[in-house]
């Protein structure tokens, strides 16, 4: 298939991408190849995205009671979460739904939105860092406020205290949650049309980019 053909199909593209794109176009040290690379190959899963699914599985099933997170889950992950550990924990009604926005005639925005209630949607981020800086500067929350048409939005962010590269002596291995963070944003006006200049941007490079890769791949399976 041509590029020429490529750039008249349809284009799905991951809510995900968006701060991807953006930071690797900010990033002098960055060649097109490797943004390209972190926007579009196929990678395994580290530890950190392993125990991150582990976790949204807890909270999509509304099981945070402490019996329930101790319990090892298939992989081995369970999670200790601290007697003094406080704040409103919201699992909304509607969980992990995924949802479309077509930004343009040809290129649709797609994301799982982790919760949502009438009145907000809510993402779940567990990370060994909290950075406020990182979560107001995203463009995850206005691109779901956009797509649902509301305007408030929630992290829930669970800070952990490291994660751990062996099992212990049951073969498990044991998240400590040390903290947790709210962090409540809202929509503005002019904020579909930033998060559509930044989807425009990055359909036209994966246009490009997204035809390299699929070259390669064949070229790959015939060699």
């Known amino acids: 298939m041509s590029s020429r053909a490529l750039h008249n199909m349809p284009l799905r593209l991951s809510v995900t991408m968006l701060d991807t794109y953006v930071h690797g176009m900010a990033n ?22 392993r125990v991150g699914t582990s976790f949204h599985r807890f909270l999509e099933k509304g099981q945070l009671e402490p019996q ?15 007697d003094d ?14 949802h479309e926005w077509p930004v343009f005639d040809n290129v649709v925005l797609v994301g799982k939105i982790d919760a949502e209630t009438p009145a907000k949607l809510i993402d ?25 048409g509301k305007a408030h939005f929630t992290y829930q962010v669970f800070e952990h205290s ?18 947790y963070h709210r962090l409540d944003q809202y929509a503005y006006a002019g904020m579909q049309d930033e998060i ?28």
């Open 124 to 148: 779940h981020k567990l990370t060994a860092r909290f950075d406020h800086e990182r979560y107001m500067d995203s463009l995850q929350w206005r691109a779901y406020l956009a797509m649902r």
């Open 68 to 82: 329930l997170l101790a319990t090892p889950d298939k992989y081995g992950f369970h999670f200790i979460l601290p």
């Open 196 to 223: 559509r200049d930044v989807a425009r941007d990055l359909a036209e490079f994966a246009r490009v980019w997204m035809a390299e890769f699929r070259d390669s791949e064949i070229r790959g399976k015939v060699a």
């Open 28 to 49: 002098e040290d960055m060649s097109s190849e490797q943004l390209a690379h972190e926007l579009f190959a196929r990678k395994k899963p580290s530890q950190a995205m």
């Open 85 to 98: 550990l406080s704040g409103t924990i919201e699992l909304g009604a509607i969980r992990e739904q995924i």
């Open 162 to 179: 490291g994660l751990p590269t062996e099992p212990d002596a049951l073969g498990h291995y044991p998240v400590f949650i040390k903290d």
